[in-house]
């Protein structure tokens, strides 16, 4: 019986072709015992060689048992090593696809916020770049960053001059305010005046 052409493992092959020999060999030796009706020494010293024959067939196809059995826990050994390695890389790439996940969500959410800054009164970008040419070969960020500045910028000067012309309103207040003072003053002097003068104009009513 020929061997199984689709066995390529060396040590397979091998221990196949050793239990083929062995059992051929016990085969022969079964049919020289059943030859044999009177057993004679000569007989007896060529059954006992093939009897060597056998067991040195049978001791190399332990052998190779043993070898193989030693090779399959090898084997499934380093399998398991295997298996280990692969689910924890196939844990960690999990662990990296919900990362990555997550971050695209956080990135989402950024790219969607209504950000405050898109709701300033900015002046246009023609506008701007005409008045900062130094700006003209900016990217958008560093644009966008200018144009803000540019618009706090103005807003400082804008609330600077608030503030001064509220203290020169609180002047012309406080002025107007003197000078009404100033009047009433006045007015509280002229009626003393003339009350004082009563009297004097009633003496001269009285000679006229």
Same mark, same amino acid.
């Given at each position: 019986? $020929?061997?199984?052409?689709?066995?390529?493992?060396?040590?397979?092959?091998?221990? /196949?072709?050793?239990?083929?020999?062995?059992?051929?060999?016990?085969?022969?030796? /079964?049919?020289?015992?059943?030859?044999?009706?009177?057993?004679?020494?000569?007989?007896?010293?060529?059954?006992?060689?093939?009897?060597?024959? @056998?067991?040195?067939?049978?001791?190399?196809?332990?052998?190779?048992?043993?070898?193989?059995? @030693?090779?399959?826990?090898? %084997?499934?050994?380093? %399998?398991?090593?295997?298996?280990?390695?692969?689910?924890?890389? !196939?844990?960690?790439?999990?662990?990296?696809?919900?990362?990555?996940?997550?971050?695209?969500?956080?990135?989402?959410?950024?790219?969607?916020?209504?950000?405050?800054?898109?709701? @300033?009164?900015?002046?246009?970008?023609?506008? &701007?770049?005409?008045? !900062?040419?130094? !700006?003209?070969?900016?990217?958008?960020?560093?644009?966008?960053?200018?144009?803000?500045? !540019?618009?706090?910028?103005?807003?400082?000067?804008?609330?600077?001059?608030?503030? $001064?012309?509220?203290?020169?309103?609180?002047? /012309?207040?406080?002025?107007?305010?003197?000078?009404?003072?100033?009047?009433?003053?006045?007015?509280?002097?002229?009626?003393? &005046?003339?009350?004082?003068?009563?009297?004097?104009?009633?003496? &001269?009513?009285?000679?006229?």
């Amino acid at each position: 019986m $020929g061997l199984d052409n689709t066995i390529t493992d060396p040590a397979l092959k091998q221990a /196949l072709e050793t239990s083929q020999l062995a059992r051929t060999q016990a085969i022969a030796l /079964l049919d020289l015992s059943s030859s044999i009706a009177d057993p004679t020494q000569e007989n007896q010293l060529q059954i006992s060689a093939q009897q060597k024959v @056998l067991l040195a067939h049978l001791a190399q196809l332990r052998g190779s048992h043993r070898d193989a059995h @030693l090779g399959a826990r090898a %084997t499934k050994a380093l %399998t398991a090593e295997a298996r280990q390695e692969v689910d924890r890389l !196939h844990l960690q790439l999990q662990n990296l696809y919900y990362e990555q996940r997550h971050l695209q969500g956080e990135i989402n959410a950024c790219e969607s916020y209504d950000h405050k800054y898109q709701q @300033l009164p900015l002046i246009p970008i023609e506008q &701007f770049l005409e008045e !900062h040419p130094e !700006h003209a070969n900016a990217d958008e960020v560093a644009l966008m960053v200018a144009r803000i500045d !540019h618009e706090h910028a103005e807003r400082l000067a804008l609330e600077e001059q608030r503030q $001064g012309l509220l203290k020169k309103k609180q002047g /012309l207040i406080a002025d107007n305010k003197k000078r009404k003072d100033d009047l009433a003053n006045l007015d509280k002097d002229l009626e003393k &005046f003339i009350d004082a003068a009563k009297p004097i104009q009633k003496t &001269f009513e009285k000679v006229v």
